[in-house]
């Protein structure tokens, strides 16, 4: 559904990302691992148009994505939870999942009961502000915010970062049943190693933006990704 060819990216005067490849199939998870600054989610802007390629290819679904921003992304059917969240503090709950209406026809403007079975909590607080949330029950408005958006694409950059291990496990129930389902591509940042391999079914390691490890779960032993990334951050 979405595939990534030979991606480069510069800020600037310094390059980020060398060479990448990158394939995200419905009813999968594509992991991208490494540690802290190796461009995991610089790639992930790339891919969900948050910051324009400096070179390569992006097609969805078969078509040949030019330099399209985030709002085109969004409206083809890309949906981005970024790291840190990004929920408005000042609106409520209910608020600021319709803010996931944005790309969506007006016939379109409700929120689905799959989003509060998935995530009870926020029906309970619906009306509750964003920034009144603990930091779990954050992170859960920002991936039904983007599920409000109908995507067949999930790009999900740090899911678990701060949060309690309560939430973790709930998050990684409704990423599994979102794979399961088999119409939607979701790709993975993550480097809570057990999460993240428990999940994907392809997996992409980085070091200094660039591929050491690419593969599906049948071509790379659980063992050697553990032992590369152990050995990345031995090296950093």
């Given at each position: 559904m979405l595939e990534a060819r030979d991606i480069t990216l510069h800020?600037?005067?310094?390059?980020?990302?060398?060479?990448?490849?990158?394939?995200?199939?419905?009813?999968?998870?594509?992991c991208v691992m490494g540690n802290n600054g190796v461009g995991k989610t610089s790639l992930l802007k790339v891919l969900s148009g948050s910051h324009?390629?400096?070179?390569?290819?992006?097609?969805?679904?078969?078509?040949?994505?030019?330099?399209?921003?985030?709002?085109?992304?969004?409206?083809?059917?890309?949906g981005y939870v970024p790291q840190g969240?990004?929920?408005?503090?000042?609106?409520?709950?209910?608020?600021?999942?319709?803010?996931?209406f944005?790309?969506?026809?007006?016939?379109?403007?409700?929120?689905?009961?799959?989003?509060?079975?998935?995530?009870?909590?926020?029906?309970e607080m619906s009306h509750r502000r964003g920034g009144d949330l603990s930091?779990?029950?954050?992170?859960?408005?920002?991936?039904?915010?983007?599920?409000?958006?109908?995507?067949?694409?999930?790009?999900?950059?740090?899911?678990?970062?701060?949060?309690?291990?309560n939430i973790i496990q709930q998050i990684g129930r409704v990423i599994k049943g979102l794979r399961d389902r088999g119409d939607m591509a979701i790709v993975l940042v993550e480097q809570f190693f057990d999460f993240a391999h428990d999940l994907g079914d392809r997996f992409l390691m980085l070091e200094r933006g660039r591929p050491v490890i690419s593969g599906t779960r049948a071509e790379v032993p659980r063992e050697e990704l553990k032992a590369r990334l152990a050995g990345l951050g031995a090296a950093a």
């Open positions: 800020y600037g005067g310094s390059q980020i990302l060398y060479g990448i490849d990158l394939i995200a199939e419905p009813g999968q998870v594509t324009p390629r400096s070179g390569g290819s992006l097609r969805l679904n078969g078509e040949e994505l030019g330099r399209v921003n985030a709002q085109t992304m969004a409206q083809k059917g890309v969240r990004m929920i408005f503090p000042l609106l409520t709950v209910r608020e600021n999942l319709e803010t996931g944005s790309v969506l026809p007006r016939s379109d403007h409700m929120v689905p009961e799959e989003i509060f079975e998935h995530f009870p909590v926020l029906a930091g779990g029950q954050q992170q859960q408005l920002a991936i039904a915010r983007a599920l409000i958006m109908r995507p067949r694409v999930l790009l999900l950059d740090e899911p678990t970062e701060g949060i309690q291990p």
